[in-house]
């Protein structure tokens, strides 16, 4: 009984989907968003830069900006301060690469320090990488290296970044428009990361020497544990077939052998996956309780 509220969200969808209604009108349509109308939603910030990740501390909204800075939003106030990023490799915002997964450490308060993914460019190729940020009069200045050369491209860069119950630093990555990447467990495309927090390689991870937690992913790009401590990641689908996954160490999700339903031996088919169009409600989740 315990699930994600994702999951419920989810069904209530497709439940209405699959309802045999008579056609609505545009007038019926207008009554009913009227009717439906939310009550509490307030306005904080306006007129942002291709959003990406947002995470709260105490009173204060921190997003991340694709073209390569944070927004500082006060949830009190509104006041939106613009804090630049002073980082070695140049941040490049070509097509879904820049500026993406960006998280606060747990000792925030202390180290004022985060850990942020950004795609780059080195040899005429497009990479991603992991990197320790610290506040610094309100601009953001690299101070380690996590993680780097990771495939990048102008689609699939994954970039989701949580810390899990366990404390280590779970990191999504995308396919980078290259889809064998996600079977090659050589490459850190199509997978899903863990290491430490100082980017050293956990000695209980599935395979040896190596950051893979799980693979054959086409391109994860939200993770969350839920109270009984499993983890769920939303990945997007080619065309259709977003998938609600239950990743567990060491598996693999198929991409691009299988999707959506489809079965073989020794891969896994999603928890939940949407078979007819994109789902947007699931590209991101979030932890419950």
């Known amino acids: 009984m315990k699930r994600m509220a994702i999951v419920l969200l989810i069904m209530m969808l497709t439940a209405c989907e699959n309802e045999e209604e008579p056609p609505q009108t545009l007038k019926d349509n207008e009554e009913a968003v009227e009717t439906n ?12 830069n291709i959003p990406w990740n947002i995470t709260k501390h105490k009173g204060t909204f921190y997003l991340s900006q694709r073209e ?39 000792d925030f308060d202390t180290t004022n320090e985060a850990f942020a993914y950004h795609t780059y460019q080195e ?29 990048g491209g102008s689609i699939h860069n994954g970039g989701r970044l949580k810390i899990g119950p366990d404390q280590n630093l779970y990191v999504t990555t995308g396919d980078a428009g290259n889809a064998d990447y996600a079977q090659n467990l050589d490459s850190l495309a199509g997978k899903i990361l863990r290491m430490n927090v100082d980017g050293s390689i956990p000695s209980d991870n599935p395979f040896q020497n190596s950051y893979v937690y799980s693979y054959g992913h086409r391109n994860p790009q939200g993770l969350a544990w839920n109270e009984d401590g499993e983890l769920f990641s939303t990945e997007h689908g080619q065309t259709a077939h977003d998938e609600l996954n239950l990743i567990e160490a060491g598996n693999n999700y198929g991409w691009p052998v299988i999707q959506g339903d489809e079965e073989e031996p020794s891969m896994i088919t999603p928890y939940y996956q949407h078979r007819e169009h994109n789902l947007g409600s699931i590209w991101n989740s979030h932890q419950r309780g």
Do not use: C, Y
Not at 84 to 94: D, M, R, Y
């Open 123 to 151: 040899d005429g190729r497009l990479r991603n990488r992991v990197i320790r940020l610290q506040l610094q009069d309100d601009a953001w200045v690299e101070m380690d290296v996590l993680l780097d050369d990771i495939p």
């Open 68 to 106: 390569g800075s944070i927004q500082r939003i006060d949830a009190i106030t509104g006041e939106v301060t613009l804090q630049p990023l002073n980082v070695t490799k140049e941040i490049v915002h070509e097509g879904e690469g820049g500026l993406l997964g960006f998280i606060l450490l747990p």
């Open 37 to 48: 109308k939310l009550s509490n939603i307030e306005v904080i910030a306006e007129n942002l």
